[in-house]
């Protein structure tokens, strides 16, 4: 891999370095002291400050401070970047025709440039995800409990898809919430949620609690399991007041 860097350059030579990394596609970084502007939508500015600027062949622009991991100010795949010396600042333009669009860095004095041909990055796969938790229940179905009987994926309600619908070893329903990570109350609202659109559906709200906050009764006509690794102390009272089951397991990670 080819990667051109140059310290401390003059404007002319950033110039140059650009329109070459342009026209091989590369993807460029050039950190050094600048001012920030947008039109387009709305208009803002940013005065002046050391700041990193990333661009990438797609079009994409992003200007990056020292706090954060999202950029100060951006501009989305589909634009196009331009660049020239001009009044004594190397000035650089991404610019974006629908919407009309322009983020434009005029940088007094650059640091630092580099550029490189970046590939490889487009197949990402992802593992660990609720997605492979989802398949490793459904290929092993007691995991959530023995006699458990998933039904649908993706099963719609008036709140939204649910992860797993199925049926105990009694034919209760059962509806699982599936997280990948640790969670705290608010997944237990999510799946509560489910778990009451569920008995209106069915017409058994009169069997359970209606209301998030409410206790349950002796036996809800449809329950609930959470599927996390694990809980927070907060998280586990609410399961425990809404009558729901919590699951501890962790997504695959091949």
């Known amino acids: 891999m080819a990667v051109i860097s140059l310290h401390e350059p003059s404007h002319r030579e950033v110039l140059w370095e650009l329109e070459a990394a342009f026209d091989r596609g590369d993807v460029t970084t050039l950190f050094g002291r600048c001012t920030v502007s947008y039109d387009g939508r709305a208009a803002s500015d940013l005065g002046v400050g050391d700041r990193l600027l990333l ?3 797609d079009g994409t622009a992003l200007v990056h401070t020292d706090e954060g991991r999202t950029p100060i100010n951006w501009q989305p795949p589909g634009s196009t970047h331009h660049a020239a010396v001009r009044e004594g600042q190397l000035q650089v333009r991404s610019v974006r025709e629908n919407p009309d669009e322009t983020l434009t860095v005029r940088f007094e004095t ?3 440039v580099a ?3 970046v590939t490889g990055g487009r197949d990402l796969e ?7 938790l989802r398949t490793r229940i459904l290929s092993q179905p007691s995991l959530v409990e ?3 009987e998933p039904r649908e994926t993706e099963r719609p309600s008036s709140a939204g898809p649910m992860d797993i619908f199925g049926s105990d070893a ?6 699982v919430e599936l997280k990948r990570r640790r969670v705290g109350p ?3 609202g999510q799946l509560a949620r489910y778990v009451r659109a569920v008995r209106e559906e069915l017409g058994t709200d009169g069997d359970g609690p209606t209301r998030a906050d409410e206790p349950p009764e002796a036996t809800p006509a449809v329950r609930g399991v959470l599927v996390a690794p694990s809980v ?5 009272e609410r399961l425990s007041r809404q009558g729901f089951d919590h699951v501890a397991l962790d997504p695959p990670t091949e």
């Open 55 to 57: 661009l990438k062949p």
């Open 110 to 112: 650059v640091a630092h």
């Open 115 to 117: 550029s490189m041909s």
């Open 126 to 132: 992802l593992h660990g995800s609720e997605a492979d």
């Open 146 to 148: 023995p006699g458990f």
């Open 170 to 175: 009694d034919g209760t329903p059962v509806v």
């Open 186 to 188: 608010d997944a237990v």
């Open 232 to 236: 927070t102390d907060r998280a586990a």
